[in-house]
């Protein structure tokens, strides 16, 4: 079964603007991991939070994290049309024997020229 | 430096049918975790393994098992092939806990 939930489920918006997608899950987590997918490919790993960490910088890429609300967000600054993919957001669960990822349902984002 | 790779790249089986789907990890790594994706979903995890023994393992029934060889690459069997089985599969491999790095899937049909 799905824990996340990412929000909106698709996204359109106009190249150089800024995109945010919202995740939420359930348990308590060790980490929650960002990835890219491109048309039905394998994923791209984007960022990894961990649980002790609020906030993350890669690039064009802001995540933060509030363990309280068990909620995460990932910001895309200045979109380009190659931003255009699904996004997932996946968690490891805290506590767990190893670390299989547990992911939403994504959130398909679409960048127009 | 050859990431994770997998084969077949598709495959076309009917309802019955056994498959085998084959993942070697990227240089360096030893935990190789396999995740089932349908059309318009996330991907699900099936199982994990780590020193050629499952470490985890998902919901999913024993139909699907696998396996891990000395050289740390991976096998998916799905027996009893149902149309539900229809989908993407991905493996990931990492090094111990570390980020999964994930391969470009084997798209599964199911007739």
């Known amino acids: 079964s799905q824990q996340g939930e990412e929000d909106p489920q698709a996204l359109s918006i106009q190249e150089g603007e800024n995109a945010t997608m919202n995740c939420s899950y359930k348990?308590?987590?060790?980490?929650l991991q960002w990835y890219r997918q491109n048309s039905g490919r394998g994923l791209v790993h984007l960022i990894l939070i961990r649980s002790n960490e609020r906030e993350k910088h890669s690039g064009r890429l802001r995540v933060t994290l509030d363990t309280s609300k068990k909620s995460s967000s990932l910001l895309i600054t200045a979109s380009r049309a190659a931003d255009t993919a699904s996004y997932f957001c996946a968690t490891v669960r805290r506590g767990g024997g190893a670390d299989g990822l547990t992911f939403g349902k994504g959130t398909h984002l679409i960048i127009q020229p | 430096d050859a990431g994770v790779t997998q084969s077949p790249t598709h495959l076309i089986k009917t309802r019955g049918q056994q498959v085998t789907l084959r993942c070697s990890p990227k240089s360096g790594h030893d935990t190789v975790s396999w995740y089932q994706q349908a059309l318009g979903q996330g991907p699900q995890f099936i199982f994990q393994?780590?020193?050629?023994?499952?470490?985890q393992r998902g919901n999913f029934p024993d139909r699907f098992s696998g396996h891990q060889f000395p050289n740390y690459s991976s096998e998916l069997n799905v027996n009893a092939l149902l149309l539900g089985d229809s989908a993407l599969y991905l493996c990931?491999?990492?090094?111990?806990?570390?980020?999964?790095?994930f391969g470009p899937g084997t798209r599964l049909t199911v007739l």
């Open positions: 393994y780590y020193e050629e023994e499952e470490r």
């Open positions: 348990t308590s987590i060790n980490n």
């Open positions: 990931a491999s990492s090094f111990v806990r570390d980020t999964q790095y």
